[in-house]
C-alpha cells in the first residue's frame, strides 16, 4: 500500500505538465466533434505512466523534466490513439468507466479520433526544439517513437490471430505481449534517455527496463483475472477465460496439461457464458499455471531493477525502481 501512495505521487508530480502539452498539442484539432472525440479518453483520467517513465528517464540519466515532456506527452498520445482503435475492434462498449469513443461518436469519428491523436504524437514530438533539446537528440528518439507504433500493430494483429488458434507456444505470446505492450513502454523510458543525454548504454539499459516491465505488466493483467476478486477488478474474475483468450496461464496449461484436461480446457475456453469458470481455474492451479505467470512476472521486476544499476543514485532512479515494484503490487 506504502508503495502504491509514493508511486501515485510520482505520477501526480508530472500529470499536471503532461497534461497541459496535451492540450496543447490538440487545441488547433477542428471540427469541434473530432477535438472531444479526441480528447475524450484523456480527459476520463488514466495513470499517465508512460509519460511519467519517459520523463523520468530523462531525469535519471542527468537530463531536466523538461525535455522530454513533449515526448512523454506523445506516448500518451499514441497509448490512447491504440486503445481508441482497440475499443472499435474488441467492441468494447466502456473504458477508464466512461462510453467508449465509437460509442459517443460513432465508428467512423473514433477511427479519425484515433488517427490525429497518432499524427500528433510526432508533431509533439518535433516540437521539442522549442525546450532548446537538440535536434540530433529529437530524431532518434522520434525513431524510437514510431518504431514502437508499428510494433503495437504487430502485436494487434498477432492477439488478433490467435484467437483463431490453441496452440500458441509460450515464446509466440511473449513476442505478441513484447509489441502490443511492451514496446511502447520501452520506447518512453528510452526516448527519454535520448533526450536526457544519456549514454548509449544507459539507454539500452533504460530501454531494457521498460521493456521488462511492459512484459511484468501485461502478465501481472493475466494473472489478476484470475488471482483477483471481481470487486478490486472492476469486472468479473475470469473473464479472459469467458472470452477465450490465449493469457500466460492458459498457453503454460495446455502445454502442460494431460489429454483430458487439456480438452477440457480447450472446451471451457470455446463455449459461450461462464458457467464453468470456476472448471478451468481449478485446471490451471492443477498445474502451477497461475503461480507460473506470476514468477516470471516478478522474474521480469527483478530483472528491470537489476539493469538500473548502470545509473548514478538519484532520486529519479528511486522513483524507477519503485514503480518497477508496483506493476507487480497493483491491483487493477
Known amino acids: 500500500m506504502e508503495t502504491k501512495l509514493e508511486v501515485t505521487e510520482i505520477l501526480k508530480r508530472y500529470s499536471a505538465d503532461i497534461d497541459q502539452e496535451i492540450t496543447t498539442a490538440l487545441e488547433t484539432v477542428d471540427p469541434e466533434a473530432l477535438l472531444q472525440a479526441s480528447e475524450h479518453l484523456v480527459k476520463a483520467g488514466g495513470k499517465k505512466l508512460r509519460p511519467a517513465l519517459a520523463v523520468l528517464s530523462a531525469e535519471a ?53 484515433g488517427d490525429t491523436l497518432f499524427s500528433k504524437a510526432f508533431e509533439t514530438v518535433m516540437k521539442s526544439e522549442e525546450d532548446d533539446v537538440a535536434a540530433e537528440k529529437i530524431l532518434p528518439a522520434l525513431q524510437t517513437v514510431v518504431d514502437s507504433c508499428v510494433e503495437i500493430c504487430e502485436g494487434q494483429a498477432l492477439d488478433m490471430g490467435f ?53 511484468a505488466f501485461q502478465i501481472q493483467d493475466d494473472y489478476l483475472d484470475v488471482a483477483s476478486s471481481e470487486e478490486d477488478l472492476g469486472k468479473p474474475v475470469g473473464s479472459d477465460i469467458v472470452e477465450g483468450k490465449m493469457t500466460l496461464l492458459v498457453v503454460h496449461a495446455l502445454s502442460q496439461a494431460e489429454e483430458t484436461d487439456k480438452e477440457r480446457l480447450i472446451t471451457i475456453l470455446k463455449e459461450e457464458g461462464d458457467q464453468n469458470v470456476s472448471e478451468a481455474v481449478d485446471i490451471l492451479e492443477k498445474y502451477g499455471s ?16 537489476k539493469v538500473l544499476d548502470i545509473l548514478d543514485d538519484s532520486p529519479a532512479k528511486d522513483a524507477l525502481l519503485l514503480l518497477a515494484d508496483f506493476v507487480l503490487e497493483r491491483i487493477n
Open 61 to 113: 540519466v542527468g537530463g531536466n523534466v523538461q525535455c522530454a515532456l513533449k515526448t512523454g506527452a506523445a506516448v500518451e498520445l499514441i497509448h490512447t490513439f491504440s486503445l481508441i482503435h482497440d475499443d472499435i475492434m474488441d467492441q468494447d462498449d466502456k473504458r477508464r468507466g466512461k462510453p467508449s469513443v465509437h460509442v459517443l461518436w460513432g465508428e467512423p469519428m473514433a477511427i479519425l479520433a
Open 163 to 215: 484467437a483463431e488458434r490453441l496452440d500458441v507456444s509460450e515464446s509466440e505470446y511473449l513476442m505478441m505481449i513484447f509489441k502490443k505492450t511492451a514496446a511502447l513502454i520501452a520506447a518512453a523510458t528510452k526516448s527519454g534517455a535520448i533526450l536526457g543525454g544519456g549514454t548509449p548504454e544507459q539507454v539500452e539499459a533504460l530501454a531494457e527496463y521498460g521493456r521488462l516491465i511492459g512484459m
Open 290 to 305: 497461475i503461480q507460473y505467470a506470476w514468477n516470471v512476472a516478478q522474474e521480469d521486476v527483478n530483472q528491470a531493477k
